[in-house]
């Protein structure tokens, strides 16, 4: 053991951090073995927050499952089902009409909104800017207002349908939404002025946390993780799904790969969801919001039900003989979930149930890097190295 | 050119490469998956990883199905490959027999391998030689059984066998009731 200038003898310490801890947004746990203030070793504990997603879907029709992808990232729900419901059509040959898309693109957008403004507020809460947590809130009650008008739910919305959207948007919700677009840019800057010539912010966040281009696509980190290090990998861009290869779009992308690049990427997102739900209001088409062939997989809405023949003899074998066999198969399907990559792969046996269902979801592999992030680096930076890949437990344990 | 048709040239590609080892090239909704043998898994990666038209630098996923009773060989592990600079994408799934469910870990090839394997031992018991540290992340460590094998049951009938840890939990709860509001009130 080193002796310290006084003689006295000085050892590696071990410390706990978390499953309950305020920083690590969520049940994240963390062992530490520290060298003064210095981290020498760090293991991350995860499956705290289990709940056998995948076992479950297998014994679930594919209409059932859709609420259980609610709960994987519950920060944006909207993403999720766009995601597993997207995969789900991709196997069945379904396409979604064209009012679906640009509605479930501008929901999806919202919820990254939501998902990012959180992130920010948390994020320099942990850093210690505390004023930014409040402002950031604001705007993300907005939205969830927004959410619980649309579907009634603010969180677990299960909006998205296999085909389609559950119901049609309001005039009142456009308009409110419109006016949201309008007003967020200016809110946005308004954040920016807290905090990004703030010197505590910048000695904080630059050159912390450095990942290199190569390195983090090595990681198989993705979403603004991996853009804050030069990456432009986008799957709204490298295989568009919905409307997204109707707007414009930029992506943002950072320099240097550390928690400041991330930071500015995520700030940079945060304008272009506006400039897409600002243009998918402009664009919205009308028509249908279910496609007719997804009457077979999922339930015609209410109001047919109680109107027409026709709805009504899909609804009730639905639910009583069970949903219509998926042709046999096996389906990856990624989409841009505010946090990174989110895919499903669905393997099916020619039943109306998942044979399997895989979630690859972008928390898991962002906590797989937290020991690169963090050895080496002091055990303050740890707080802004969680925050920075932006994890959440629910959806990295499933 | 289409990017089913640049996947279809990419698998066979690989099994003139790897004739011995490459079983079935499958495609399905525009996706290509190849299926192969697992003893040479390590070097077919290495060679998609490595080779510069290739380049698939990206490792999205790596996952365990159990097809009991299905198929001859009863796991498969899927790998979901992806290039970012090429932009092509393509699915390898490797046979893993049930009387020896092990094969070599890719978590030396791409970084991120090396909790997805991690997952897929956990869910399935299916070992990964050359792993750095093959241990369960998602069960608690003391778990007994596989999870997401379909003869692992969906509900718990296990009856006194049930983990030590959740009678454990069971126990606690019980010894606490005495700090219930309650009881707490009739005390005092």
């Known amino acids: 053991m080193p002796k310290s ?87 069945f040959g379904i396409e979604a009409p064209e009012r679906a898309k640009y509605i479930r693109t501008m929901v999806a957008e919202m919820s990254r909104i939501s998902s990012h403004i959180l992130w920010l507020g948390t994020h320099a809460l942990d850093i210690g800017a505390m004023t930014v947590f409040l402002y950031s809130f604001r705007e993300r009650e907005w939205i969830l207002d927004l959410f619980e008008m649309l579907c009634g739910a603010r969180l677990t919305t299960t909006y998205v349908r296999i085909g389609g959207v559950r119901n049609d948007v309001s005039q009142e919700f456009l308009d409110s939404l419109y006016k949201f677009t309008d007003e967020f ?10 905090i990004d010539q703030n010197r ?107 109107k027409d023949m026709e709805s009504m003899i899909h609804h009730f074998v639905l639910i009583t003989k069970g949903p219509i066999a998926a042709p046999e198969g096996e389906i990856y399907s990624a989409v841009e979930a505010p946090k990174g990559e989110l895919g499903f792969y669905i393997v099916s046996d020619g039943t109306g149930r998942p044979y399997r269902m895989r979630v690859r979801s972008p928390s898991f592999v962002h906590a797989s890097v937290i020991p690169r992030l963090c050895e080496g680096s002091l055990i303050a930076d740890v707080i802004a190295n969680i925050g920075t890949i932006d994890i959440v437990l629910g959806e990295c344990d499933r | 050119m289409e990017p089913k048709l640049i996947a279809q040239a990419i698998a066979e590609a690989l099994k003139e ?48 199905v159990d097809y009991l009773g299905k198929k001859e060989n009863r796991f498969e592990v899927v790998y979901q490959l992806f290039s970012i600079s090429h932009r092509h994408m393509l699915r390898v799934r490797a046979e893993v027999p049930e009387d020896d469910p092990t094969l070599d870990s890719v978590a030396g090839i791409w970084d991120g391998g090396n909790w997805h394997e991690r997952e897929c031992y956990d869910m399935l018991g299916i070992r990964f030689n050359g792993h750095p540290d093959l241990r369960r992340i998602l069960m608690p460590e003391d778990w007994e059984g596989y999870p997401l094998r379909k003869d692992y049951p969906m509900k718990s009938d296990l009856g006194d066998k049930e983990w030590k840890g959740l009678k454990k939990v069971f126990e606690l709860s019980e010894k606490n009731k005495i700090y219930e509001m309650g009881d707490h009130a009739k005390e005092r």
């Open chain 1, 200 to 306: 505590i912010w910048l000695k904080r966040t630059k050159r912390i946390g450095v990942i290199e281009a190569d390195e983090a696509v090595n990681w198989g980190l993705t979403g603004p993780t991996l853009r804050g290090s030069g990456v432009p990998y986008d799957v709204r861009k490298y295989a568009p799904y919905d409307a997204y290869d109707k707007v414009e779009f930029d992506v943002p992308v950072g320099k240097n790969g550390d928690v400041y690049d991330r930071y500015r990427c995520r700030m940079e997102e945060l304008r272009q969801s506006t400039r897409i739900i600002r243009q998918c209001i402009e664009k919205l088409p009308l028509g249908p919001i279910m496609a007719p062939e997804a009457s077979k997989v999922s339930l015609p809405p209410k109001d047919n039900v109680l």
């Open chain 2, 17 to 64: 490469r790897y004739p011995e080892e490459v079983k079935e090239i499958k495609e399905f909704r525009g996706q290509v998956s190849v299926l192969v043998k697992k003893e040479r898994i390590r070097e077919i990666m290495e060679y998609l990883h490595d080779t510069p038209e290739l380049c698939f630098s990206h490792l999205r996923d790596i996952c365990g």
């Open chain 1, 185 to 194: 840019p200016g809110r946005i800057a308004e954040y920016e002025t807290l």
């Open chain 1, 5 to 91: 200038a006084e003689g006295l003898e000085t050892k590696e310490l071990t410390i706990s951090m978390g499953p309950q801890h305020p920083a690590t947004h969520g049940v994240l746990r963390l062992v530490l073995a520290l060298d003064g203030e210095t981290v020498v070793k760090c293991t991350p504990y995860v499956g705290y927050l289990h709940r056998g997603v995948e076992k479950l879907a297998e014994h679930m029709t594919y209409l059932n499952a859709i609420p259980l992808t609610d709960r994987l990232d519950y920060m944006s729900s909207m993403a999720n089902n766009e995601g597993y419901c997207l995969a789900v059509e991709r196997l």
